[in-house]
């Protein structure tokens, strides 16, 4: 088991809500990274954020959104839900020194189902 | 476009035996690999990294290669027991996150 914690484990939400999901850090890791995953699929980047800035971007549209607090918590905020958004939401942290070869720690994710 | 593939969606294998995924990279070549666990409704779990100038990394019952030739990189394991059984992810390291192959799914046959 890994120090990051995710909430909520499941949601579920409708065509063109917003949601926001949670993330809690491993003691001592000041990045986190926020990745979805699709059924069947490997997880794909959204973004990352290092020192409560964000620092690099998958190719989602700007309705994926995020933050990063002092505690190095992060939020994952999502705008006018499209049914495609249905995946595994994974929130992942990291020391962020050594960024070529840097393993990430993930949490066990949020269930987003849009219907 | 720079890929990352894990060809073979599911692998099944009967107990005690070795089982071997692999995981093929096209128009380029990581500086690392890195290998990862998960189980069904949970987060990847890291398992392995391997540098370009390392041609094997072993850890317990896991061993992985990479030939730079071949672009290709292969995951061990040895003496698999049904609780090996998961998805196993490959990944290459990008700027500042990792690229993730579909996965392997290995389910181990007692």
């Known amino acids: 088991e890994t120090g990051v914690t995710q909430s909520p484990t499941h949601l579920i939400k409708t065509r063109g809500q917003q949601v926001t999901l949670r993330c809690s850090s491993q003691s001592g890791h000041n990045t986190v990274s926020w990745y979805q995953q699709a059924l069947g699929q490997g997880p794909q980047f959204i973004f990352q954020y290092y020192r409560e800035e964000e620092n690099g971007r998958g190719n989602f549209p700007p309705r994926f959104s995020g933050l990063q607090f002092p505690n190095y918590s992060s939020e994952l905020n999502v705008n006018a839900l499209e049914l495609d958004d249905s995946a595994l939401y994974l929130c992942?942290?990291?020391?962020?020194?050594?960024?070529?070869?840097?393993?990430?720690?993930f949490g066990s994710g949020t269930q987003l189902s849009v219907l | 476009s720079q890929k990352i593939e894990q060809n073979s969606e599911a692998l099944n294998i009967q107990e005690g035996k070795t089982a071997t995924l692999t995981c093929n990279y096209t128009?380029?070549?990581?500086?690392?690999l890195q290998w990862y666990r998960q189980d069904p409704g949970r987060g990847p779990v890291f398992l392995l990294l391997i540098r370009e100038n390392e041609k094997e990394k072993r850890k317990e019952r896991l061993k992985v290669t990479f030939d730079t030739t071949l672009k290709q990189s292969l995951f061990h394991i040895t003496a698999s027991q049904p609780a090996d059984s998961a998805t196993y992810l490959c990944a290459r390291t990008g700027a500042n996150n990792l690229f993730f192959g579909t996965g392997t799914r290995l389910t181990v046959i007692p």
């Open positions: 128009n380029y070549s990581p500086a690392y």
């Open positions: 992942a942290s990291s020391t962020g020194a050594e960024r070529a070869n840097e393993k990430l720690f």
